[in-house]
């Protein structure tokens, strides 16, 4: 009885993975932020028959999608703006053939349902799109048709290009990523962790035999799957620990070293990565060649001018506005400990961002760990094992 009892309570408990408090707040001011901005700036509060610009509720539907869970098929812009326009159309059409109330509200639901599915732009907030035109014959016979255009598509479009600039500028992706697209290094070749062996219509066939490409896409499975992988295989390797493999004698920079003296120490010791450190040794960030090499291509991008010349402007930025290592270095990378398993290395470098993760002990550096020390390592392990 106990037994059944907890199994209840866990079907009946959240099945939602725990969002963290930061993630909670990013995605309610962005709702604030695009309901706000979509009712002061074009769309009244109060219905509005002459125009037919004015909120409906259910865009709050639609923004608890495009901005708490931007990553779902759900909330996709051709789901959401599609999804909403022709539930509107099929609200409108029905609203204005069919008299009984129970009646109208049942129907238009219904094929509004049957019309995103077949048109693949399923959008939750439609079917309120449909019930909201079944329920106002006196504003649909005032606007007809008018209405899938404005409110309803015009309002959706304004939330999703609002909820398409707040994702970049708060580093999610919206629209969520397509399978075959450039990665970080700029070109079409998968992150390593996404390499599966699976072509884009295997993974679709898995999401549709398992009734999931509602919930989940492509190159979101993919990302899955990889990492997955990368997790069983940490299972099988070597009982080995950061303080293993790592580097121990090490050269740093402090924080206001200036990027030419950097440059040297790259090339003299032919690092791809330098610690920055504090007065007592406190580590505070990583410089990355790689990062160094990105900064000069995007300048050159910006301002114009080759590559080589924006690197060594970057270099040689004149006196008035030197560079040093506080500002050019990584601080969000990943860290580890001394006791941190070769296992939970691998995912810290997967996917290409860094090349090098540091070992701390009391938030002082002790080691570096290289992505050429795992491959090393694991090499070894493989090596015993044949």
């Known amino acids: 009885m106990t037994k059944a009892l907890r199994h209840l309570m866990r079907a009946l408990g959240p099945a939602v993975a725990a969002a963290s408090l930061r993630e909670s707040v990013r995605a309610g001011f962005g709702a604030v932020l695009g309901l706000g901005l979509v009712g002061l700036l074009v769309l009244a509060p109060t219905v509005d028959l002459q125009l037919g610009l004015y909120l409906i509720a259910p865009f709050g539907a639609t923004s608890v999608l495009i901005f708490a869970v931007p990553n779902s098929p759900l909330a996709q812009p051709w789901s959401a703006i599609v999804g909403n326009t022709l539930a509107a159309v099929v609200g409108v059409a029905v609203c204005l053939t069919v008299r009984d109330p129970a009646l109208r509200i049942a129907l238009a639901v219904g094929s509004a349902i049957t019309l995103m599915s077949l048109a693949r732009a399923v959008h939750p907030p439609a079917g309120a799109v449909a019930m909201t035109a079944a329920m106002s014959p006196d504003a649909i016979h005032e ?3 008018r209405f899938a255009l404005a409110p309803v598509a015009a309002g959706t479009t304004l939330l999703v290009l609002v909820a398409w600039i707040y994702a970049r500028t708060t580093g999610r992706r919206y629209p969520f990523r397509q399978f075959e697209e450039t990665n970080s290094q700029g070109t079409y070749d998968p992150p390593p962790a996404e390499r599966l062996g699976l072509s884009e219509a295997e993974l679709t066939d898995i999401l549709q035999r398992y009734r999931q490409s509602l ?6 499975l993919a990302r899955l799957i990889g990492a997955a ?4 295989a940490s299972h099988q390797t070597a009982p080995l620990a950061a303080a293993d493999i790592m ?3 090490l050269i740093t920079v402090a924080r206001d070293t200036p990027l030419i003296e950097i440059a040297e120490l790259f090339k003299r010791h032919r690092f791809t990565s330098l610690p920055v450190v504090g007065p007592n040794a406190e580590f505070l960030g990583v410089i990355f060649q790689m990062h160094l090499i990105a900064r000069a291509r995007d300048d050159a991008r910006y301002f114009g001018g080759g590559f080589l010349s924006a690197l060594k402007g970057l270099l040689n930025r004149g006196r008035d506005k030197p560079v040093y290592a506080g500002d050019v270095m990584n601080v969000t990378g990943p860290r580890a400990a001394v006791t941190t398993s070769l296992g939970d290395l691998l995912p810290m470098m997967a996917d290409g961002e860094v090349d090098a993760v ?3 002990r009391d938030e ?4 570096i760990v290289t992505r050429t020390d795992v491959i090393a390592a694991m090499a070894r392990h493989v090596a015993r094992n044949q």
């Not at 992988?229 to 069983?232: F, H, I, V």
Request: glycine share 14%; net charge negative.
């Open 143 to 145: 606007l007809g048709f």
């Open 215 to 220: 919930n989940l896409g492509v190159e979101d």
């Open 229 to 232: 992988e990368l997790q069983a």
């Open 247 to 249: 580097s121990h004698e």
């Open 358 to 360: 540091p070992v701390l």
């Open 364 to 367: 002082r550096i002790v080691g």
